[in-house]
């Protein structure tokens, strides 16, 4: 689920209106930086009306207005995972969320959800999301625990590959590169998993195969989410010895083969919390 898809039937003269009360006591840019910052610390609400102020003083700026109400939906759905019965629609929340933690890298945040859904469910899915978060805090031990927890009928590629970095950072590389050997990607691989095995070939020294996965990793990426996993690579520990290599840098060149949709970023409305009710669905 992209979180930012649940705007598109909001109607900019409302919400507009909705931004009058708050103080203008700073500039539009200084009361940004206090939103980010506040979100950096988990306190969402208060980062709301940081951004509408944002929003109120720079009507031009689009991106302040995005931002606020990015920000009051993740709330919203913050909200919802609280009261939500119905278990297919708690986890699409909670998938929603724990993307958008990530996105921003509120790492306590993420930690907390992913282990509350990993609680929940008990499938190798939210186990991977809870690795995936636990090496991200540096805490290869308990990602290693986490991955270790799942039967060998319950593994997966992404699991696995998760499992082969979680080994490498607990210097366990013989071991880590047994684990490599045995992941197998198909062609409908998706990115997510693309991009966790070349981390785990970038991390076992098989460099070839790990600038080849990360390739196709990004061919597959949404446009719009590309420059989220680009940033993501630069910044990685596992591709640190690779960072200035000419392979490198012409893989960071790569441009996504996926078409979206210009409304939402998704690649169909199938998907969107908002088919229906735009113009494009209808």
């Not at 490599?180 to 990115?191: I, N, R, Y």
Request: charged share 25%.
């Amino acid at each position: 689920m992209v979180v930012r898809g649940v705007f598109v039937a909001w109607c900019l003269p409302v919400v507009l209106l909705t931004l009058g009360g708050y103080a203008n006591a700073e500039t539009a840019a200084e009361a940004y930086g206090r939103g980010n910052a506040l979100l950096q610390q988990g306190e969402c609400r208060q980062a709301i009306e940081a951004f509408a102020t944002a929003a109120r003083s720079d009507r031009e700026n689009r991106e302040y207005l995005s931002r606020y109400m990015l920000v009051r939906r993740v709330v919203q759905l913050q909200e919802a995972l609280e009261t939500e019965t119905d278990p297919g629609r708690w986890e699409h929340f909670a998938r929603a969320l724990e993307h958008f933690y990530r996105t921003e890298r509120m790492h306590d945040a993420a930690l907390a959800l992913s282990r509350q859904k990993y609680e929940r469910l008990k499938d190798a899915r939210s186990a991977a999301a809870l690795a995936e978060t636990q090496l991200a805090m540096h805490l290869p031990s308990d990602a290693l625990a986490t991955l270790e927890s799942l039967g060998a009928e319950e593994a997966t590629p992404a699991t696995q590959a998760l499992l082969a970095i979680a080994l490498t950072r607990v210097d366990r590389l013989d071991e880590a590169k047994q684990v490599a050997q045995g992941v197998e990607l198909s062609e409908k691989t998706g990115p997510g998993v693309l991009y966790s095995a070349a981390r785990m070939y970038a991390a076992t020294g098989s460099t070839e195969r790990a600038m080849h996965t990360l390739r196709r990793c990004f061919e597959r990426v949404s446009p719009s989410q590309l420059d989220v996993f680009k940033e993501h690579a630069r910044n990685c520990g596992d591709f640190a010895e690779l960072a200035t290599t000419p392979q490198f840098v012409a893989v960071l060149k790569t441009e996504s083969k996926v078409r979206e949709s210009k409304c939402s970023g998704g690649t169909t409305c199938a998907g969107c919390p908002s088919r229906g009710k735009c113009p494009s669905a209808q």
